[in-house]
Each structure stands twice: as structure tokens, then as C-alpha cells.
């Protein structure tokens, strides 16, 4: 049996406590000999900057550098709302999603039957809903230069960052999204601003003509990102895959996790280039969410999104595709039988289950299909 190397970074708020759910579950598959998975763990955001004054150390940097994937829970608190910039929680994070090379980011919002009345949208709206938002990770505005804030010397200071996209960063995730798309309802909607920035022109330019070479089987549609924001909440299952830049995607995949009742809901796959030689890509899962320091240590997180997270590496990483459909389809059952964390809790189906009840459900309904 192939043995994979697992990398723990639970971070901050939340993380642990959501990370504990997926350790039992790969705990569980290690001992029924469905997989080989080696497991080491380090620090990550807050956490690290407590034990070492960095985001994230060199040594934890060289270990998910080697792991086969990266399972990362969250990052930050109003207790590191203080540090310096450069060491600030989420430092850590974009750190990983930079050195690994981690351009696609894939957020697939599912509206399971049972949750769509826990979101804030009308039933007929989102129920059935699923949709895939792949979001460009390694560049854009978060990471372009210059990013300063400068003092004019006459009381002003400015504040700049640089939104910048080369050719082949836009080629290569308007590929992951064409090829994902075949693999669905063929269909890519590409998100942009166009019509005020220039990133947005070669984005748009760019993506046509992939379609035209490569995909011309694939329907493509361009759309201004704004729009796509309030098409999102209006009707959002006349989209299929939405292939957009790193701050659209970061605002657009919130909006996305809403219609399927709640952030802890929406799971995350960030992927590399495949290495030219062993074509294996570094990866990284994470939910959605954030590390939620107002709920921290009650037990009143959703572990899904950080188990579903779980689930885009055995399919995507890992090679066990059928135990991410199995893990998929237990928590579709124990939604559908009626559990529910707080956020996802409604008037008809009040809420009746912590982070763990619910970890311990969903590996339950895993074993009952084993
Ligand atoms: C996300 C988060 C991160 C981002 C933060 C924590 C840096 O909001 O993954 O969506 O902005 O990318
Ligand atoms: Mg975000």
C-alpha cells in the first residue's frame, strides 16, 4: 500500500478543534488498512508567532514543502491584531500558498438538500446547487509590488497595492478551470473588471484565447465581477465552474459558501504545478472559514468544511477518490438525518450538535459504509 505523508497545521480559534474531526477519521483509515498515512504537525499563524516570534518557521516550511498534502485549519484572533505586518497570522498562510506554488484554489459550494433552509437565500434559490469557484492564489493584488504605505510629509499617507498578472498566470488556472469544467456541466464563467483595470483586459484576452485553442468544446462566458457578485445571490445555479483572480475569488467564494447555509460549509483544495517529473502537485486543504476566536474552545464549530476539506485530498491527492464520494455521501446522510452545529441550525432543525457529535457522526455513517 502506497503510504502518504500528511502535514497537521490547525493554526489558531477554531483549527485545532475542527482538525481533531479529520484526525479521527484518517486515525480510523489507518487502522482499517484503507490507507497508509503518516502524520506529523506543526504551528501555524498566532500559534507559531507564540512559539517562535514567525507565522511560520523555517523547519515547519520544509516539512510541508515535503508532505504529500497539507491539511491547514485557520489562522488569526484579535490576540495577534497587533503584530507586526509582516508576522501577522495570515503571513503564514499566504507564505504556504506562495513557496508551494499553490495558483488553484478550488472552492466547490454544494447546497446539500437538508441545509437549504439554513441559508439566508429562498429555498428554490440554492437547493441542489453545485458550483465550483477556482480562484487564481499566487498572485494578483495579494502578493504585487509595491504594497507600502508611505508618509506624504504633509499629514497624508498613501497606501498602495499593485494588482499584476502575467500571461502564463492566467493561462495556467484558465486551464484548471476549462479541464474541471469537462469533467462537469461543461460550462466557465470567467470573472473580471475589465472595464476598470487592466489586469482585467489581459485576464479577459488571455482566458478567449485558451478557450479558442485548447477548449473551443467548453461554453465560456465572460462576465465583470461585480455582476457576478449579485448573479451569485440572484441565481446562482446558472453558473457551473467560475474561474476569477485572487481578490474576486476571495470575495466571491464567501458569498458562494452563503448560499450553501454557512461558511463552515465550504471546503478548499489549493494546488501546484505537477512537478515534471513525478507529475505529483503540492497541496494544501482548508476550509473556507475562518478560525471564528468568538466560538473558540465551546464546541459549537462545524467540523464539515474541514472534513469535506479532508475529502478534496483523498480525491485530489491522495488517489482515493471513492472514499472522498463515501465521505461525501456521510455527510450528506448525517445532514439529512437531522444534525446540526449551531450555523447551520434553522427553526424546523434546531441546533443539537457540537464539533465533535458531529466529527463522531460522520465517521460513524463512513463505517456503516465500509
Ligand atoms: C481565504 C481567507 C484568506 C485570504 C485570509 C485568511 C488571508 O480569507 O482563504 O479566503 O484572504 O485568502
Ligand atoms: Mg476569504
Redesign the pocket.
Known sequence: MTSYNLFYLPGDGIGPEVMAEVKRIVSWMNTQGIAKFETDEGLAGGSAYDAHGKAISEEHMAKAQVADAVLFGA??GPKWDKVPYDVRP?AG??RLRKDLGLFANLRPAICYPALADASSLKRNVVEGLDILIVRELTGGVYFGEPKTITDLGNGQKRGIDTQVYDTFEIERIARVAFDLAKTRRNKVSSAEKRNVMKTGVLWNEVVTRVHKEEYPQVTLEHVLADNCAMQLVRWPKQYDVIVTDNLFG?VL?DVAAMLTGSLGMLPSASLGAPDAKTKRRKSLYEP?H?SAPDIAGTGAANPIAMIASFGMALRYTLGLGDWADRLDAAISAVLAKGLRTKDIASEAQPANATTTQMGEAILKELQAAA
Open positions: 489562522v488569526g495570515e498562510l499566504l476571495d467564494s473556507v475562518g
